[in-house]
């Protein structure tokens, strides 16, 4: 059974101080690791898709990487509009199940 | 391009009735996806439709069904209703099965069950 762990469940910032949040996990055959974005209230939007082992993509303050066994979202001097929960999900076993969630990291960015 | 577009927003019921949801995927998009999104369980898969044959389930009871039409619009039902099924209901499209994978989700449809 595919798992995927997020930490820290919370994370608190003052504006400007640049903090990882990390995705762990077990998956049979990866197809594809996905970082999205949740406001309060609203669906998931989507950020970023990794494949494989090594790849980075960015986007303004957001870095995303990936390894063997888990992925990382580097936020670079964040504004309190980069407020959010952050959700990691994976694709794989053949996408037989449809994506597997992590229960997000709720990030903080006070002024 | 419009997004994914859920109706109802927000709805309450009572235990033992049902409900019906629905949701229309981004134009060109073939594939609906459910997702049931709750504080202490995150968001677990409900299930998949593409070319309006179901095509994947997660692991929910029969209670929770779905369909999906020839325009690629879609539906879900929650039969007899439990306090437990209160939740933000999330369906999400894409183009289609093979791919890359990426989902769009939509505001989602919050049901309470009273």
């Given amino acids: ?111 | 391009k419009a997004g994914v577009t859920q109706t109802p927003r927000y709805l309450i019921k009572t235990r033992g009735q049902q409900v019906t949801l629905s949701c229309s995927p981004i134009s060109g998009h073939r594939s609906v996806s459910w997702y049931q999104q709750t504080p202490g369980q995150g968001l677990q898969f409900l299930f998949e439709y593409f070319s309006e044959t179901q095509r994947n389930k997660g692991n929910f009871p029969g209670r929770f069904s779905g369909r999906q039409f020839s325009n690629s619009r879609s539906e879900m039902n929650v039969s007899t209703l439990e306090l437990g099924d209160s939740a933000l209901y999330l369906c999400a499209s894409r183009l289609g099965l093979s791919g890359t994978g990426e989902l769009f989700f939509g505001e989602g449809s919050r049901l309470t069950v009273l």
């Fill in chain 1, 1 to 111: 059974e595919d798992q995927v762990t997020q930490s820290p469940e919370a994370l608190r910032l003052q504006e400007g101080e640049s903090s990882s949040l990390n995705c762990s996990y077990t998956v049979s055959g990866l197809r594809g690791l996905f970082w999205y974005r949740q406001d309060p209230g609203k669906g998931p939007e989507f950020l970023f898709t990794l494949y494989s082992a090594g790849e980075e993509k960015e986007k303004e303050r957001l870095k995303a990487t990936l390894t063997k066994k888990e992925s990382f979202l580097h936020i670079t001097a964040p504004k309190p509009e980069d407020s959010a929960t952050y959700l990691c999900a994976t694709w794989g076993g053949g996408g037989a199940d449809g994506l597997t969630f992590g229960k997000g990291t709720h990030l903080i960015i006070q002024p």
